[in-house]
């Protein structure tokens, strides 16, 4: 019996689609493995290119894990017990994705997931450690087991990848004007994503997967930039004020969402540049504790 593979993920722009496609991609004509392909759908979806006062007023339930309807799998994906789910997923707001969360807190997620190897594959900015400490969550919950993560990354400064990425939701293109570099996770990586799936598929062969995470991170498939926890962590702070805020007052929603984003701009361009200056000042006082955090993003 061939193993099953499920691959599953949701992709606005199709980035996170082609990086799942050439991951599972190393899986093909191999008659001992099958593979499924699941897309998460909405109901009703969120439209890209995004509207600006669309894109700022979806933080308070993406960051607060507010679910949608999805669209159910079909009962053929459904009824099949699966060996491997690559998992994709995308951040929005320093949180998984609002779709992703809808499948997560579905009753389909319960039964695709439990007791079933994972292996997360994310495709963001720059900022997903702490989403995926959020995802895990849900993991765990489903009783999932995770074993292994990829995280691919805007390898740019943090400046240019906000500008770059702000321009690709507002405008649907990827390319930029120059002199900015194309938005999102390089095309090369993209293209090379399937050496991931080459090392997943060499453990997934015996279904024993330890080693693994280890093997993908010396092949470069985890990107961690130490002082962007620091900003993730302060972040998640000031967004559980805002979304609580934004919640709490629906009649003055509009004007506390433009405030939320006058702060997301201020905290990006001001505020970031301070932390990261007293970050590198300060490392070697804080060496040890950012080498475990390193570790643990690193691991699973
Ligand atoms: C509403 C929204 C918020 C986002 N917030 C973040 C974020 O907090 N951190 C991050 O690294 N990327 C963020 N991104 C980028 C996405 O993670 C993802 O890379 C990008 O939207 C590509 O789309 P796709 O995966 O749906 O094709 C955000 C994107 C959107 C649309």
Do not use: C
Not at 83 to 111: C, N
Not at 149 to 165: E, K, P
Not at 261 to 279: C, D, G, R
């Amino acid at each position: 019996m061939p193993k099953k593979i499920l691959v599953t993920y949701y992709s606005q722009t199709g980035q996170l689609e082609e990086i799942m496609k050439n991951i599972a991609g190393a899986f093909q004509n191999r008659s001992d493995f099958e593979i499924t392909y699941y897309e998460i759908k909405l109901k009703e979806d969120f439209e890209f290119p995004w509207k600006p006062e669309v894109f700022y007023d979806t933080f308070p339930e993406s960051y607060l894990q507010v679910p949608r309807e999805i669209i159910p799998p079909s009962e053929e994906i459904l009824n099949k017990k699966y060996d491997l789910i690559l998992f994709g997923y995308q951040v929005w707001f320093l949180t998984p994705s609002i779709p992703v969360i809808s499948f997560l807190k579905s009753e389909f997620a319960e039964r695709l997931m439990a007791n079933t190897p994972v292996v997360t594959v994310s495709a963001t900015r720059n900022m997903w450690m702490l989403s995926q400490d959020k995802l895990k969550v849900h993991l765990n919950r489903l009783q999932a087991q995770l074993v292994g993560n990829i995280a691919l990354v805007d390898r740019h400064d943090n400046y240019t990848s906000v500008i770059t990425i702000l321009n690709w939701m507002q405008t649907g293109n990827k390319e930029q004007k120059k002199p900015l570099p194309p938005a999102g996770v390089a095309q090369k990586e993209i293209d090379e994503a399937g050496k991931h799936g080459q090392i997943i598929m060499k453990y997934a062969e015996s279904g024993s997967y330890g080693g693994m995470q280890k093997e993908l991170v010396q092949n470069g498939a985890v990107e961690i930039r130490p002082f962007l926890i620091k900003v993730e962590t302060v972040g998640n702070k000031l967004f559980t004020v805002f979304s609580g805020i934004i919640s709490r007052k629906p009649q003055s929603r509009k004007f506390w969402v433009g405030v939320y984003k006058f702060y997301l701009m201020f905290a990006i361009w001001v505020v970031s540049p301070i932390v990261l200056f007293f970050y590198t000042l300060l490392t070697p006082f804080f060496y040890r504790k950012r080498k475990r955090q390193i570790e643990h993003f690193q691991g699973l």
